[in-house]
Structures are given as C-alpha cells and as structure tokens.
C-alpha cells in the first residue's frame, strides 16, 4: 500500500515562501507521476501543479506560474512543492497526489491520481 505524507505547511506573510514536502512510501515511486492540488474553503479542489516520473516534465496552473516549483527526489521518493511570493489568495489545504503511469505524462485532473495524501494547511496573512 503506497502512502503520501505532506509536510512543511503554515502561516507565511503574503510575499513569504513555504516548502512543502510529500513523502511517498512503497517501492513505486520512481513509476509515479505526482500531483499538488489545494482546496481553500467553500471551493472546490484545484490543480496546482504536476510532476512526471524522471521530473523531465512539469505543468503548473496558471495562477502559480513563475512562483511555485514543483520538483522530485526519486532517490527519497520525495516529491516537493516551493511556494516563493506567497499571495493570501494561495490560502488553502494543500494536498499531494500520485498515480502509477505507463509512459512519462502529467495529468491535471484529480481523477487521474490512485493515492491521496491528508493534506497540509498552508495561510497566507495580508
């Protein structure tokens, strides 16, 4: 049973920058594409950005385009999020996802990812 645990949440002035870590057990990481997605309250869960197995392929939305990095380390099977210019409407609980692919792709679609972790609430103060 593959497990995703989020890490490094909390509460950052607008124009601070956050870490968060995903660490993913199980032996199937390196076949996994990986996913962060964030709910705020009263909304839906949105796509934040996503990752491919070897890390060669990255997508984000829009609105965090040129200030969140997505990245990986097959070798900690560790998937990563850097948040930098942190604005309040980036307030939400953010969660990690991942699903076994058959070729190196993203997705951006929460119904494509197998396993969910439990999320991690990140707040952003004006």
């Known amino acids: 049973q593959v497990q995703l645990v989020e890490s490094g949440g909390g509460l950052v002035q607008a124009g601070g920058s956050l870490r968060l870590s995903c660490a993913v057990s199980?032996?199937?990481?390196?076949?996994?594409?990986m996913g962060w997605f964030r709910q705020a309250p009263g909304k839906e869960r949105e796509f934040v950005a996503a990752?491919?197995?070897?890390?060669?392929?990255?997508y984000y939305t829009n609105s965090v385009k040129g200030r969140f990095t997505i990245s990986r380390d097959n070798a900690e099977n560790t998937v990563y999020l850097q948040m930098n210019s942190l604005k309040p409407e980036d307030t939400a609980v953010y969660y990690c996802?991942?699903?076994?692919?058959?070729?190196?792709?993203?997705?951006?679609?929460?119904?494509?990812?197998?396993?969910w972790g439990q999320g991690t609430q990140v707040t952003v103060s004006s």
């Open positions: 199980g032996r199937t990481f390196r076949s996994y594409a």
């Open positions: 990752i491919s197995w070897s890390g060669s392929i990255t």
């Open positions: 996802a991942g699903g076994p692919m058959s070729r190196e792709v993203i997705h951006t679609t929460a119904r494509m990812y197998d396993d």
